[in-house]
C-alpha cells in the first residue's frame, strides 16, 4: 500500500468492494473517494465512548492519521471523551459520507499516541488552535465567552511570537480496530456490508458478508 498526499493509504478500488480482503486498503480507497466529493471534512468521524455509569457518548471528531497500527486522533484528555477513553480504553467510530451513500462503522481499544507523534500533529496546527489548547478547559462549565476570550488573551501574551509547546494534557489516541464493517446503500434497503473481524492487533481479518 502507498500513502496519498493527505496521508491515508490508497488501495484497492472501491468497486466491487465485496470481495475485498483487506480492510485498511479498501478503508482508503474510500476515504480517496470521499475527499473528492464530500464538501467539508472527509476525515470526519462519530467517536463513541462509555462514562464510568456506563452511559454512552457520541461526537464528531476529526481522523488525523492511519497506518498499519490503527486510526489516530487528538483530544484534551482532561475533556469528557478524554476522561471516558483512558478510564475504559475502549472506542467505537463511524464515518458516514451522504454523497457516496456509505458508510464504515470500526470497533476496538484505543491507546496514546506517543508524546513525539503528538508534538510533531500539535506543532503543525496553526498557531490560534494552539493557544486555544491551552485556553480551552474543554468540557467544563464556561460562565461567558468573554472568559474564553481572556484566556485566549492570557495565552497569547504569555507567548509572545514564541513556540506554543504542547500542554501536557493535549495529545492524542490510536483506536487498534478489531472489527470494521463497510457499508453501502442500495434500493429497497437492500444494503451491502461487508465486515472484517479479528481477536487482536497481528490477528489475521477473518471477512463476511452481512444481511442488510
Known amino acids: ?15 466491487d468492494f465485496l470481495t475485498a480482503t483487506d480492510p485498511l486498503s479498501l478503508f482508503s480507497s474510500w476515504m480517496g473517494d470521499a475527499e473528492q466529493s464530500e464538501p467539508n471534512d472527509p476525515n470526519a468521524m462519530a467517536l463513541a465512548s462509555v462514562d464510568g455509569d456506563g452511559l454512552p457518548n457520541v461526537r464528531m471528531v476529526l481522523l488525523k492519521g ?58 503543525s496546527r496553526p498557531r490560534g488552535s494552539r493557544i486555544g489548547a491551552w485556553a480551552s478547559q474543554q468540557s467544563r462549565e464556561l460562565e461567558s465567552r468573554f ?44 444494503h451491502d456490508r461487508l465486515v472484517f473481524r479479528r481477536e487482536a492487533e497481528g490477528d489475521d481479518w477473518q471477512r463476511a458478508i452481512l444481511y442488510p
Not at 486522533?73 to 454523497?99: D, I, Q, V
Open 1 to 15: 500500500m502507498t500513502k496519498s498526499n493527505t496521508g491515508f493509504y490508497k488501495g484497492a478500488p472501491a468497486d
Open 66 to 123: 492511519i497506518d498499519e497500527a490503527g486510526f489516530v486522533f487528538y483530544t484534551n484528555f482532561e475533556s469528557a471523551k478524554g476522561r471516558e477513553l483512558l478510564g475504559n480504553g475502549k472506542a467505537a467510530l463511524m464515518f458516514h459520507w451522504k454523497s457516496l451513500r456509505r458508510q464504515i462503522r470500526l470497533r476496538g481499544p484505543v491507546s496514546r499516541v506517543s508524546a513525539d507523534e503528538a508534538n510533531a500533529y500539535f506543532e
Open 147 to 190: 472568559a474564553l476570550e481572556k484566556a485566549v488573551a492570557k495565552f497569547g501574551t504569555k507567548f509572545g511570537l514564541g513556540k506554543v509547546p504542547r500542554p501536557d494534557h493535549w495529545s492524542g489516541f490510536r483506536l487498534v480496530p478489531v472489527e470494521i464493517e463497510f457499508w453501502h446503500d442500495r434500493p429497497f434497503r437492500l
